[in-house]
């Protein structure tokens, strides 16, 4: 049996539908086609073909497993770049640096812990990113894992259309 690919409104991958909810969403419109197969199906007496990938024409909320937070955690979100100048650094090279510093209140979080070189920390030090006349390379978030791996399962019939998805999917969730 050939499978569907449900992709959110930002083309994220979200699952693999059975056929009934296949049809269900095809027929409530709630998304639209991207790719099919060459199987053919019937829909109010219009011959169609069976969908491959799917995206639904309103944005849905994804539920992400909850990452506690750990220096670990964010060296991975930040892949080991500082993000204030762009190197990447080996693991023994790398600090963690406080945006609002620990010492004026700011809490040990992802939204204030950063990956940072040496330098950049000394730089820094116990000033606000203004004070320092320093930026950020990008806004720091909380780490985005997914409750479930959508490709996880082994596919039988492939459709050469998902794997731009599924490189994507790769790339967001890897440790
Ligand atoms: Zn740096």
Redesign the pocket.
Known sequence: MKRTLLLNNDYDPLTFLAERRVFRFLAKDKVEIISVWDDHFYMNGVECKFPATLRLKTYIRKNYRSVIFSKNEVIKRDKGI?Q????HLSPNKITIDHIIPKSRGGENSFYNCVV??F???NKKNNLLLDEAGMKLLRKPEYPKKYIRNVFEDKIKSWHEDWNWYYDRYKIVNQD
């Open positions: 500082c204030f100048c762009g190197k940072a070189c330098e950049c920390n």
